[in-house]
DNA sequence: ACAAAAGTGTTTTTTATACACCCATGC
DNA sequence: GCATGGGTGTATAAAAAACACTTTTGT
C-alpha cells in the first residue's frame, strides 16, 4: 500500500463496515455511611433480558438532546434524592461483544457503555422506591456477580473512587455546607480504611492547608466536647487547582 | 409521578426518543523531542467538511467487530510506524451540538468521540506519508484552533499526561528495551519542565526503588563518561502497582 | 590537560508518623 | 467525677531539595 499527502483522509466512512452503537450511560453510585463505616453501592436487580435476574449497575439509554452527564444525573436521581454530591464520568467500555444482544458473528448492534461514578452520603440519599428486592444498597466488599462487565466497572470506579478522595477536594462537593472535621474524618476512614491516618495529624494537616475555615459555630453530638464546624473555602482553595495535592 | 418497586427498570426504550450515534476516536498523539526539549502533537488538517482546512486530531470512526482501542490504534499506525508506545482512553465526549453534522433542532445522529492518548518518542516515530502541509508535529504550546472541540481534548490529555508521567511507569513503555538515566531524565525534563527535579536527586530516588536494573552495559554518546544502560524489572515494580507512587 | 557527561555523597530543610496530653461537655 | 469526643503540641523518623564532589571518557 503506498501512502502519500493525498490519502491523509479518515480512511473510513465509504469502504469499509463501520459498527452501528447503541450508546447509554451506566453508574457507579456510591454511599458513603459514616454511621456504620460501610462503604456502599447502589445496585438494581434486572427485570429484562438479557441477564435477567441478575444484579446490575443503574443504567439507562442517552436521549435526544440529552447530555451523557445528564443522562447519568438523571438515571441517579430516579433512584435516589440527594442535595450534595459528586459526579464525573469513568470510563467508556465498548468493545464487541460486551452485551450478549449483539451476536458476535452477525455484527449487530454495538452497546458502549459512558460510565460515570458518583459519591453521595448514606445519611442523605434518600431511596425514591423503597428498598426492595429489586434496588439495594451492597457493601462493596459483598457484591455478587453482575450482569454484563459490571463488575469490572465497579472494580474501576472504586479504585478512581479512593484515588480522587486522596488528591482532590471531591468530599467537600459531597459533605453539606458545614461539616466538622470529624465528619470529614469518618469519610476518609470510610472510603480508604482505618490505618490511612490518625486524627490528629489529619487535622493538622488539613488546616494548614488553609481552605478550610472555622465558621465559629459549634455543635455538640452526644457527650463530649462540642466540635466546630468549618466550611470549604473555594476561593482559598484556587491555588491547589491543579497541582497534585495530597488529602490524606 | 409515582415510583414502586415496578417502576425500577430502565427508564426508556419504548415511551422516549433515544439519540442516535455514530461512534469515532480522536488520538491525542504525543511525541517527546528530548534532543530539543519540545512536546509535539501529531495534528492532520482536514481535507473534508465540516471544519475544511482546520487543524484536528487524527481521527477514525469504528468499525464491526472492532474494540475501540483498536480503531485508536488503527489511527495511530496509519500515521506513524513506531516500536514503543504507550496509550490509553482518555475521556468521552458527546455532548449534543459538538459536530456541526447534527442539526440541534433536528437531533440528528450525534458524534461521540471516545478520546485516546499516546505517547511516543519523536526520535523513533516515523511519519508513513512524509510531513506535508495535511499532517504534522505541532508544539504543545503553538497548536493553533482545531477543529470541533479538539483543544479542549487535547488539553485535557496533555494534564493525564503529565499525572500518568509523574505518578506511573509509562515512561518504560516509550523508552526502548534498554535506556541510560539520562534518557529517561530528558523525557520528563521535556514533559514536566526543566525545574521538576535535579538529575543526581532524580537518579537516587529512582534507583532507591529497585526497579531499575543495571545491565552492566555501558554506551558512550560524545564525549564524558559511558553510561550504564538500565532496563525496567517488571516483577521488582510488581509491589508497587496500583500504589501511589511518585516519579519525580 | 581539560571539557563534558556520568555517578556519588553530604548537608539542610521539610514533611510524615506516633503518641502524649489538655479541653469542654453530658451524665 | 469521669467517660466521651474535640483539639493541641512535641519528639522522632523519613523524605525532599540543594549542591559539592569524584569518576571516566573524548579530544
Redesign the interface.
Known amino acids: 500500500m503506498k501512502?502519500?499527502?493525498e490519502?491523509?483522509?479518515?480512511?473510513?466512512?465509504q469502504t469499509?463496515?463501520?459498527?452501528n452503537?447503541?450508546?447509554g450511560v451506566d453508574n457507579v453510585i456510591f454511599s458513603v455511611d459514616t454511621q456504620y463505616n460501610r462503604l456502599l453501592v447502589l445496585l438494581?436487580?434486572r427485570?429484562?433480558q438479557p441477564h435477567e435476574n441478575r444484579w446490575s449497575l443503574p443504567?439507562?439509554?442517552?436521549?435526544?438532546?440529552?447530555?451523557?452527564?445528564e443522562a447519568a444525573y438523571?438515571?441517579l436521581a430516579?433512584?435516589i434524592r440527594v442535595n450534595n454530591l459528586y459526579l464525573e464520568?469513568l470510563?467508556?467500555f465498548?468493545?464487541?461483544g460486551r452485551d450478549p444482544r449483539e451476536a458476535?458473528e452477525s455484527?449487530g448492534v454495538r452497546y458502549?457503555s459512558?460510565s460515570y461514578f458518583a459519591l453521595v452520603r448514606y445519611e442523605e440519599a434518600e431511596l425514591?422506591?423503597?428498598p426492595?428486592?429489586?434496588?439495594a444498597w451492597y457493601q462493596v466488599k459483598e457484591v455478587p456477580q453482575l450482569a454484563f462487565d459490571h463488575n469490572q466497572i465497579l472494580e474501576y470506579g472504586y479504585?478512581r473512587l479512593r484515588?480522587k478522595l486522596?488528591y482532590s477536594p471531591i468530599a467537600f462537593d459531597v459533605l453539606p455546607e458545614r461539616f466538622t472535621l470529624n465528619d470529614l474524618y469518618q469519610l476518609y476512614c470510610t472510603v480508604l480504611g482505618e490505618n490511612f491516618s490518625d486524627y490528629s495529624n489529619f487535622r493538622s494537616r488539613l488546616l494548614k492547608l488553609g481552605f478550610l475555615s472555622d465558621t465559629g459555630v459549634k455543635v455538640s453530638r452526644g457527650a463530649g466536647r462540642p466540635a466546630s464546624l468549618y466550611c470549604f473555602d473555594k476561593v482559598a482553595f484556587m491555588p491547589f487547582k491543579?497541582k497534585?495535592l495530597v488529602f490524606i
Open positions: 501512502f502519500n499527502s490519502t491523509e483522509t479518515e480512511s473510513d466512512t469499509v463496515n463501520l459498527a452503537f447503541k450508546v438494581r436487580k427485570k429484562e443504567g439507562t439509554l442517552v436521549r435526544q438532546g440529552e447530555s451523557l452527564q438523571r438515571t430516579e433512584k464520568q470510563y467508556t465498548g468493545d464487541p458476535p455484527f458502549l459512558v425514591i422506591a423503597k426492595s428486592v429489586n434496588l479504585r484515588n486522596e491543579d497534585p
